[in-house]
């Protein structure tokens, strides 16, 4: 009995560790988020293209080994491109679908910026690549039609504020190129984004 409540408490321990570093890193600076509310026939596209973006990955080598909450990964993803582009009032997610080699560009790159975009769920931190060379625009989904976008991150604040603690995946610790980012505190405002991006981030 001991045991089983030992075992208990740690794990509340452990949960209510990481809601209080949320709070901490994240929550703390929720003031000068923007709050997005997707239209539901957004909500339902986004759905049935992610459906069908999975049947075709299904055939690839690659993502039948790497199939680990995908479509969740996938909804997250699309959701967030949504919220920006409906907080940007510019036209840029892409719904088409092919071989994953032919897609490996910056989310942004339609409107001509070198710029992507990292969405997580609530009481999750953003999943980036351990060196980042590119901005990214963090987005929360609270739920799939409320989102909020938190500002940008430079590839500096990416590379900088970043832990793997912070990964709940196993699968992303074993392949070891991937980390959490943390630093909400250095993000760039959301009002300030389309002027970074206009000023800094434009593609050749």
Known sequence: ???QLDGITTL????????????????????????IILP?????QVK????????????????????????ARWLNGFLGECAVEQYLGEPFVDFTIG?????????LSKLGYQCGVKTSA?????VIFKQSYKPEI??????????????LATPNILNTFQS???????????RGKKTAFYGFHQLINPKKIKKYLHHYTKSI
């Open 99 to 107: 071989d994953s080699v032919d897609y490996h560009v910056s989310d």
């Open 12 to 35: 509340s321990v452990l949960k209510i560790s990481m809601i209080y570093d949320y709070e901490n890193h994240v929550r703390k600076y929720s003031d000068s988020f923007e709050r």
């Open 48 to 71: 049935e293209f992610v459906r069908e973006v999975l049947k075709k990955k299904n055939t690839e080598q690659h993502h039948k080994i790497d199939n680990n909450f995908e479509y």
């Open 164 to 174: 793997l603690e912070l990964i709940t995946d196993h699968l992303i610790l074993k």
């Open 138 to 151: 963090i987005v929360v989904k609270q739920t799939e039609k409320l989102l909020w976008i938190c500002g």
């Open 122 to 126: 609530k009481y999750r931190y953003p």
């Open 1 to 3: 009995m001991n045991a």
């Open 40 to 44: 539901d026939s957004k909500v339902t």
